[in-house]
């Protein structure tokens, strides 16, 4: 028999015969085990028990939140034992502290912390459970959440459950994103004495630069929140492009049908034929048939983009003549010319050609010396 803290050896009989002999007085709140079983000392019974505990009441105090605390005493050996004698009705999700297999003992404080309903909304779904955690990252925990690197939550991780029950996780992933950007090298033009007009030669090849460039990339949930450059630096630093042009000026002769010319640069252009009725200028404008030089278009006045040949240059072109560059045009850009005639004598173009530009030879610094290298 075991009353009292001692182990006693008694001689077989009903339990309550063997309490009796060996003067064990039971209080109310104690307790007999009867061969692991509890059993009631004033049921008389003639049969004889195998093992006879006798289990004194406790005093230990229970807490609950937002009860005031209260003491019981109780005869039951666990902690879960005394709570169910208590009338506590626990959920698996409830917290009780010490757990619920620790052996009672006198004065034992006792709490019970009620889980409350969480909904989590973590990896786009949405988890409904109850706990009794005292923060949140340890109610994630408890659900088998976790959080990893950057992952945050609201509220906050190490903060206490939220009062409307609501835990937003936010999963963080972040990357770093290269990119490069070609910084397109520069030319250079260098004049070479020793190579004729109109030519050109590449002295050097150069190369473009190449600026890299690392980039953080965050992303919440799948969504990116933000870039943040965590790097820049120039990989390749350009290096210019050399063209040599020709500044070589050679005076030279050719046959016409209108005799011979003298010239010192030709070259191809595109040309076109113009009117003054074929101009677009109203008939009723101040400046209809009139050249943008002042003069009254006539044949022999051509038109041309001065960017590459001055207004006043003197040049023959074969099949029309010697001609004066007098005029512009809106839609005359680069190696393109148009040819001007009257209304009387108007004949259309629309071909390549040489014009030649006739001597004398301009100042050197007159002379346009690079010019476009297509034909439009």
Not at 25 to 32: F, I, Q
Not at 162 to 177: A, K, Q, Y
Not at 279 to 307: E, H, M, N, Q, Y
């Amino acid at each position: 028999m075991l009353a009292d803290g001692q182990a006693l050896r008694v001689p077989a009989g009903a339990p309550v015969d063997v309490l009796a002999a060996r003067g064990i007085v039971l209080g109310p709140e104690d307790a007999l085990i009867v061969d692991g079983a509890p059993w009631t000392p004033d049921v008389s019974t003639g049969s004889a028990a195998g093992v006879i505990e006798v289990r004194r009441g406790q005093a230990v105090t229970i807490s609950e939140a937002g009860q005031p605390p209260f003491e019981v005493v109780s005869a039951a050996e666990t902690v879960g034992a005394a709570l169910w004698d208590a009338g506590f009705q626990l959920r698996q999700a409830d917290l009780v502290t010490p757990a619920l297999s620790t052996l009672l003992t006198p004065g034992l404080a006792i709490t019970v912390t009620r889980a409350a309903p969480l909904t989590i909304q973590v990896d786009g779904a949405t988890v409904r459970t109850l706990s009794a955690a005292d923060t949140v990252v340890s109610a994630l925990a408890a659900g088998g959440i976790g959080l990893a690197g950057a992952d945050y939550t609201i509220p906050a991780a190490d903060g206490p459950l939220p009062t409307d029950g609501l835990i937003r996780v936010v999963r963080v992933h972040e990357e770093i994103m290269a990119s490069q950007m070609v910084e397109v090298a520069d030319t250079i033009y260098q004049a070479l004495g020793d190579q004729p007009i109109d030519t050109r030669q590449l002295i050097d090849a150069g190369a473009d630069g190449v600026r890299r460039t690392y980039t953080r990339v965050r992303y919440e949930d799948g969504l990116e929140i933000s870039r943040l450059t965590e790097a820049e630096f120039i990989a390749q630093t350009p290096r210019s492009r050399v063209v040599g042009y020709g500044t070589q000026i050679t005076i030279q002769s050719v046959a016409t049908p209108d005799g011979a010319i003298e010239y010192w640069r030709s070259y191809d252009v595109y040309a076109t034929s113009y009117s003054p009725s074929r101009a677009g200028v109203p008939r009723t404008s101040r400046t209809f048939g009139i050249t943008r030089s002042g003069l009254p278009l006539v044949k022999g006045l051509i038109a041309v983009d001065p960017r590459y040949i001055p207004l006043g240059t003197r040049l023959y072109v074969p099949g029309y003549g010697f001609a004066v560059a007098a005029d512009t045009g809106g839609g005359v850009k680069g190696r393109f010319i148009d040819l001007g005639y009257s209304d009387n004598d108007y004949q259309s173009w629309a071909r390549v050609v040489t014009v030649y530009f006739l001597t004398p030879t301009p100042a050197a610094g007159s002379i346009v010396w690079l010019i476009p290298q297509s034909i439009p």
